[in-house]
């Protein structure tokens, strides 16, 4: 996989956080990064890998909090969240950004046009960064910050693209499933992205998602692989 590297701008940025504590973090070793020319580099593969290790590390003292305290569900999973409603195994777009409207349609009501082109372009904007594909054909479209106001419970919707469209995936590939990622706070956020990484990095469970053919498959597929990863509690 061709690496991609961002500056400590761009990262910081990526990971919602000022320049200063990064640089910080990057000369005490606390995140990945190299410095060259006497400026830190940053690999994306590595930084999405250090994020989702900080969902999963959550801290003694707040899984001691109660749901309501933290808003997250008890237990917080992919198959938890995405619901029937929110599967399309027919996408028809030929763009991106025809895409990512075809996937608001399925978490925001088309009716409210307000909200609707508010996700978009939060989508839009995290893409126009940094492409969201994981490689083998699948992308996990999301915004870089929590989407407060717009959905008040996390969500994630699926969309199939039979014919595939190019996402700007770093392999070349065309894209065929889309995992459209929506939470209301930071934390859910990023539980439910380092959830869905990790069964996406699996070559046995892509594998097994190139072989789905009905909407009622991917959430039994999503449910027993799942089976093998540790919900995260409150």
């Excluded at 400590?8 to 910080?24: F, H």
């Excluded at 109660?66 to 917080?76: H, K, N, S, V, W």
């Excluded at 407060?148 to 590939?173: E, K, N, S, T």
């Excluded at 990622?181 to 990790?198: G, K």
Aim: charged residues 25%; aromatic residues 4%.
């Amino acid at each position: 996989m061709e690496s991609v590297f961002m500056n400590l701008g761009e990262v910081a940025d990526y990971v919602r956080l000022d320049e200063k504590t990064v640089r910080s973090m990057a000369e005490r070793g606390e995140i990945p990064a190299v410095k060259a020319a006497n400026q830190w580099e940053f690999d994306r593969a590595a930084i999405d890998a250090w994020l989702a290790k900080r969902a999963a590390n959550v801290p003694d003292s707040e899984r001691q909090l109660p749901a309501d305290a933290t808003g997250i569900p008890e237990p917080l999973t992919v198959a938890g969240v995405l619901a029937p409603s929110r599967i399309n195994m027919d996408l028809r777009s030929t763009d991106r950004d025809g895409v990512l409207r075809e996937l608001v349609a399925l978490v925001i009501d088309p009716k409210d046009q307000r909200l609707s082109e508010m996700l978009f372009e939060a989508l839009k904007a995290r893409e126009d960064l940094c492409s969201t594909c994981v490689n083998d054909g699948v992308a996990i479209p999301h915004s870089r910050n929590a989407l407060i106001g717009v959905v008040d419970q996390p969500m994630i919707a699926y969309g199939r693209h039979q014919a595939g469209i190019d996402f700007g995936a770093l392999d070349g590939q065309l894209v065929h499933h889309f995992f459209l990622l929506c939470a209301p706070n930071v934390r859910e956020h990023l539980l439910l992205l380092a959830r869905l990484a990790r069964l996406l990095h699996n070559p046995d469970f892509v594998a097994k998602l190139n072989a789905v053919k009905r909407a009622d498959e991917l959430p039994v597929l999503i449910r027993d692989a799942e089976r093998s990863i540790k919900p995260v509690p409150a």
